[in-house]
């Protein structure tokens, strides 16, 4: 938003060289009264003010520059609120001066021509102003511009006779000028807010694009943004855990570079499978795996697991053939998955974010994991889970209820063994650890 109202205050400088026009064409169009010079004075203080203006801007941004190059936060290094601030009580003067003076005086022989060259400014500057995006500033322009003209009036109202009085000014005139001017104002300042308020939230959208881009793949970063998911919140989400069986055994039997090439070989088509099924691979922990999949409604996020754990068997079982054309041994995984209302979102505490989920289903996809290993299966789901595939379960697919676990931390969960009919052999069911 700084940047843009910056970026108005610099063009700002163009229109001013046209109000200065403007006040010469005024000053030409007067009859030769007294009140000549003080146009000439007013186009005088404006054009050096709009100068200054002008090189004060330019001034500051040129340090913000620098003190950006240098790592510090240009919004707060090159501050130039006062800058707006002056530019706009410079531009209501320079409106209301005209409008006044114009009514005080009047023009004999040029009417009409006066009469639209003085109140132009005014209506320039309203746009200008409202230009800078600043709603206060745009509110405070309008209201010491309609509050000198409506006075004015009421003076006319007043003292009719007035020799201050122009000839040719009258109320039928001036009221309506001012009542549109008024109206013009409420709908800058209206297109304003609703203008700030646009930029604002696409500005936001896109911060929440940019951070969620460190955590997520691109191609779920919109859908995540969209839906708010830089703050923490409550969610819907489906779980996955993959942990590579027998691990520990495979750590001591091994050279250290087998075993990472191991590991980092079952990241990549997990990561890979996650994300093509449009999961968010929230963390490794040494030879485990957390995803989630928070795009969607539930049982779109259960569909998305559950082809994604089939990938990740299908692929495992090529990588295998694979190691064992090599010689090296072949790997075994179990892997969990459950459902529930989490916490989503970018959890950072200053020195380190990261985007994940945290919540009671959490700690139930851990126990489900722990259930599998017992049980020596590659893929577990629980019954909620399961709710959720509903009827669109695809034919080839088993959902075996598992016994209930001797177990304290397991006994209560209603567990279903998943497996499909073209699973490869080999890991179809995990050999005992």
């Given amino acids: ?13 163009v229109l001013h060289l046209v109000i200065v026009l403007v006040l010469l064409a005024t000053a030409k169009g007067f009859d030769g009264s007294s009140h000549t010079a003080n146009h000439w004075i007013v186009l005088v203080v404006y054009a050096v003010c709009s100068v200054c203006l002008g090189l004060a801007d330019w001034r500051e941004a040129h340090r913000g520059r620098r003190r950006e190059y240098g790592g510090t936060d240009p919004d707060k290094a090159a501050d130039t609120e006062w800058l707006a601030w002056t530019a706009t009580l410079l531009n209501a003067g320079v409106a209301l001066f005209l409008v006044v003076e114009h009514m005080l005086v009047g023009a004999v022989e040029t009417e009409e021509t006066a009469t639209a060259v003085s109140r132009l400014p005014a209506f320039l500057l309203l746009l200008q102003t409202g230009l800078s995006m600043r709603v206060l500033h745009t509110a ?81 970063v919109g859908e995540l943004a969209s839906a708010g998911l830089e703050a923490v919140r409550s969610r819907h989400a489906c779980l996955f855990a993959l942990d590579l069986r027998g691990f520990s055994a495979f750590t001591r039997e091994h050279a250290q570079e087998e075993v990472v090439r191991a590991l980092l070989d079952v990241r990549a088509l997990t990561h890979v499978a996650v994300t093509e099924h449009g999961g968010i691979v929230d963390k490794y922990v040494g030879d485990g795996i957390l995803a989630q999949f928070v795009v969607g409604r539930p049982q779109a996020q259960a569909h998305a697991a559950l082809a994604c754990g089939r990938a990740i068997v299908a692929r495992l ?117």
């Avoid at 009221?175 to 304003?192: E, K, Q, R, W, Y």
């Fill in 1 to 13: 938003m700084r940047l843009i109202q910056t970026a108005s205050g610099r063009r700002s400088l």
């Fill in 140 to 220: 405070v322009f309008a209201g010491l511009v309609s509050l000198a003209w409506g006075s004015t009036i009421l003076f006319a109202f007043a003292y009719p006779e007035s020799a201050l009085l122009g000839p040719h000014v009258t109320l039928d005139e001036e009221v309506p000028g001012l009542l549109t001017f008024m109206a013009a104002s409420l709908v800058v300042i209206d297109g304003v807010r609703r203008l700030r308020s646009a930029v604002t939230t696409a500005l936001r959208m896109e911060r929440e694009r940019t951070t969620l881009a460190r955590f997520v793949p691109t191609r779920v």
């Fill in 317 to 433: 079982a090529a990588l295998n053939a694979e190691r064992a054309r090599e010689g090296r041994p072949t790997l075994r995984i179990t892997m969990a998955l459950h459902c529930g209302e989490v916490l989503v979102g970018v959890f950072d505490d200053g020195h380190r974010a990261e985007f994940t989920v945290l919540g009671q289903a959490m700690n139930t996809l851990a126990r489900i994991e722990a259930r599998a290993k017992a049980a020596d299966l590659t893929l577990t789901a629980s019954d909620a889970f399961r709710r959720l595939l509903g009827p669109a379960i695809r034919s080839g697919l088993t959902l075996s209820a598992m016994p209930p676990s001797e177990c304290r931390d397991t006994r209560d969960l209603a567990l279903y063994a998943v497996a499909w009919a073209d699973a490869p052999a080999e890991t179809a069911l995990n050999p005992a650890a």
